[in-house]
């Protein structure tokens, strides 16, 4: 994780952040109980767009990774460890799905 901050080989390329559930257990905990508090919102979104996306902090640690201190990306690069507890996720509909379904295309801890 922390090499993605400087671009190492096996990467695309250098990226400002670079995080990581704790565990297995922690994200099937997050992801579900993030769809059942906003299961309304989420279906309305899907309804309307096809798509909804969220960031929530999760009140306490999900995750683990490293930020780019280095001005991201306008000064030298510079991995920082943090511990996370917000999380990004993005969940679609499956395309040409009848009846129409829900897919989680990602979810993953993340920086400030």
Do not use: C
């Given at each position: 994780?922390?090499?993605?901050?400087?671009?190492?080989?096996?990467?695309?390329?250098?990226?400002?952040?670079?995080?990581?559930?704790?565990?297995?257990?922690?994200?099937?905990?997050?992801?579900?109980?993030?769809?059942?508090?906003?299961?309304?919102?989420?279906?309305?979104?899907?309804a309307?767009?096809?798509?909804?996306?969220?960031?929530?902090?999760?009140?306490?640690?999900?995750?683990?990774?490293?930020?780019?201190?280095?001005?991201?990306?306008?000064?030298?690069?510079?991995?920082?460890?943090?511990?996370?507890?917000?999380?990004?996720?993005?969940?679609?509909?499956?395309?040409?799905?009848?009846?129409?379904?829900p897919?989680?295309?990602?979810?993953?801890?993340?920086?400030?």
């Open positions: 994780m922390e090499g993605r901050i400087y671009g190492d080989t096996g990467w695309t390329g250098p990226e400002n952040q670079s995080f990581k559930w704790d565990s297995p257990t922690v994200m099937t905990r997050e992801v579900n109980e993030y769809v059942q508090r906003n299961w309304d919102e989420i279906r309305s979104d899907l309307m767009d096809g798509v909804h996306e969220a960031r929530f902090n999760a009140g306490h640690r999900v995750g683990e990774g490293f930020m780019n201190g280095g001005m991201y990306g306008f000064g030298p690069r510079q991995a920082e460890y943090l511990p996370a507890s917000l999380v990004k996720m993005r969940i679609r509909l499956v395309e040409g799905s009848d009846p129409a379904q897919y989680i295309v990602s979810a993953f801890p993340a920086g400030h």
